[in-house]
T-cell receptor, first 113, second 115 residues
Framework: LAKTTQPISMDSYEGQEVNITCSHN???????ITWYQQFPSQGPRFIIQ???TKVTNEVASLFIPADRKSSTLSLPRVSLSDTAVYYC??????????????FGSGTRLQVQP | DTGVSQDPRHKITKRGQNVTFRCDPI?????LYWYRQTLGQGPEFLTY????????KSRLLSDRFSAERPKGSFSTLEIQRTEQGDSAMYLC?????????????FGQGTRLTVV
């Protein structure tokens, strides 16, 4: 399993763009990068998934450089409701069980008014 | 609501008692996962089902823990002789069948407090 490293916490203000970077130096060829969001007392919620270059959906963008040893989750114009813990996961989409969803400690994002 | 449902949402029990949690996955989702999460930590994998077959168990799942998924639909997680260290949020997730994994959908969890 590729190990991921994220900042423990980040602070931002409403309206700003937030970029959370995840390092995964030993990512394998078949590994995908997935980000989840978790609010207190709730289960994690899928945000975005990608393999290379850039992926964008209605919630966020995911930037993956050519070497794929890191990835950056970009949240445009955050609001107070984006205050949550964000998890970066790396795994082979063909895997199941534990290999499919291995969470680290995540990045705690605090958005201030 | 067609999401993953967990029951109960909260459970307080005395040390030594047995507890059972239930998870109803999204209909037709073949894969079902159980996780445990303690304060300030990410979810830790406990076990995984493909339909009714329990295909993987973490070493975290001691002999006091047992999970079932009869008929490949809902699942139960039982903890026998609870200990204070079992206090945590227990999360269930499901994902659809496919050659490749897709996103997993989590329930809101069951918070267990052992006193």
């Amino acid at each position: 399993l590729a190990k991921t490293t994220q900042p423990i916490s980040m602070d931002s203000y409403e309206g700003q763009e937030v970029n959370i970077t995840c390092s995964h130096n030993n990512i394998a060829t078949n590994d995908y990068i997935t980000w989840y969001q978790q609010f207190p007392s709730q289960g994690p919620r899928f945000i975005i998934q990608g393999y290379k270059t850039k992926v964008t959906n209605e919630v966020a963008s995911l930037f993956i450089p050519a070497d794929r040893k890191s990835s950056t989750l970009s949240l445009p114009r955050v609001s107070l409701s984006d205050t949550a813990v964000y998890y970066c996961l790396v795994g082979d989409m063909r895997d199941t069980g534990r290999r499919a969803l291995t969470f680290g400690s995540g990045t705690r994002l605090q958005v201030q008014p | 609501d067609t999401g993953v449902s967990q029951d109960p949402r909260h459970k307080i029990t005395k040390r030594g008692q047995n507890v059972t949690f239930r998870c109803d996955p999204i209909s037709e989702h073949n894969r079902l996962y159980w996780y445990r999460q303690t304060l300030g930590q990410g979810p830790e994998f406990l076990t995984y089902f493909q339909n009714e077959a329990q295909l993987e168990k973490s070493r975290l799942l001691s002999d006091r823990f047992s999970a079932e998924r009869p008929k490949g639909s809902f699942s139960t997680l039982e903890i026998q002789r609870t200990e204070q260290g079992d206090s945590a949020m227990y999360l269930c997730a499901s994902s659809p069948q496919g050659g490749f994994n897709t996103e997993a959908f989590f329930g809101q969890g069951t918070r267990l407090t052992v006193v």
